[in-house]
């Protein structure tokens, strides 16, 4: 059974970077043709998609945020990692962490982190 | 971006009754050559992720009690609940990963 589970500080200060660490478990990151992802939610936004990274390095982010996201993979530490830089109080939400896909194959959300509160405040 | 709509906002249902919840998609999410809907369904309670029930938009997730089905092709959906028990009490989603930017509905609160 695939895991996931988010790290990093729950709080961040306007105007700096965002930074979390999903940690995957009971199956490698390298295997099949997923795709692992980011995905937020507030009572503003409600579920909101942030881009993923396949186990190819290839990335996707929401053009909504492209700007300021970056998502990475460290293979050897079995993790992927999030950067969301120059942040408001509008990114205050929870992050999810995500495994996209069906059986090997592109598909729905089907592994997710308990999620990870981040407030955006000074 | 697919805009993902669902109705109602809220729904109040008896305990054994049936529930509906509906989604349409701002496009198409049928891919034609695979005869396949790129479309899914979840569930979400307080406190917890949001948890995969349907995919392919009638294909059950494993351990899903068959009480939840998914209907529906091309952009018109709906998840129907057959007859409603307590512990269905939740946020109900739809999502299409026809194409990224991946997108969710708003949400239905199923209520007792």
């Known amino acids: 059974q695939v895991q996931l589970q988010e790290s990093g500080p729950g709080l961040v200060k306007p105007s700096q970077t965002l930074s979390l660490t999903c940690t995957v478990s009971g199956g490698s990151i390298r295997s099949g043709d997923y795709y692992w992802s980011w995905i937020r939610q507030s009572p503003g936004r409600g579920l909101e998609w942030i881009g993923y990274?396949?186990?190819?390095?290839?990335?996707y982010y929401n053009p909504s945020l492209k700007s300021r996201v970056t998502i990475s993979v460290e293979t050897s530490k079995n993790q992927f990692s999030l950067r969301l830089s120059s942040v408001t109080a509008a990114d205050t939400a929870v992050y999810y962490c995500?495994?996209?896909?069906?059986?090997?194959?592109?598909?729905?959300?089907?592994?997710w982190g308990q999620g990870a509160l981040v407030t955006v405040s000074s | 971006d697919i805009v993902m709509t669902q109705s109602p906002d809220s729904l109040a249902v008896s305990l054994g009754e049936r529930a509906t919840i509906n989604c349409k998609s701002s496009?198409?999410?049928?891919?034609?050559?695979?005869?396949?809907?790129?479309l899914a369904w979840y569930q979400q309670k307080p406190g917890q992720p949001p948890k995969l029930l349907i995919y392919w938009a009638t294909t059950r997730e494993s351990g899903v009690p068959d009480r939840f089905s998914g209907s529906g092709s091309g952009s018109e959906f709906s998840l129907t609940i057959s007859s409603l028990q307590a512990e269905d009490v939740a946020v109900y989603y739809c999502?299409?990963?026809?194409?990224?930017?991946?997108?969710f509905g708003q949400g239905t609160k199923v209520e007792i």
């Open positions: 999502q299409q990963y026809y194409s990224s930017p991946r997108t």
């Open positions: 990274i396949s186990n190819s390095g290839s990335t």
């Open positions: 995500v495994r996209e896909g069906i059986m090997g194959s592109t598909g729905p959300a089907q592994y």
């Open positions: 496009q198409n999410v049928l891919f034609t050559s695979k005869k396949t809907n790129y």
